[in-house]
């Protein structure tokens, strides 16, 4: 794992991209101030696929779903039960 500072990295951006795509790196740290903020790394490690809608067929939804909304929004609020 490569690390640069963030002057290294804005220099030498088209370098960097290339060596993560060439797969001469998997992944390069940027760090400001010695602190590591970011990370270069191919875009084929990130997750794959659709996460919206994973669960659907997995559980059937009750009618009375939105009975307790009055509820729940007091507990959240700091309100008593009522």
Known sequence: MQ???MLQAKS???RLV???ELGEEREIVIA??????A???PIDTLPEGQRLGVAKGKF???DNID??????????????QS
């Open 18 to 20: 290339e060596a993560i």
């Open 3 to 5: 690390s640069v500072n």
């Open 32 to 37: 400001r101030n010695g602190r590591p903020v």
């Open 60 to 62: 059937e939804v009750p």
């Open 67 to 80: 009975a307790s909304n009055e509820e729940v929004a007091q507990l959240f609020m700091g309100g008593e």
């Open 39 to 41: 990370k270069l790394v």
């Open 12 to 14: 030498s951006l088209f």
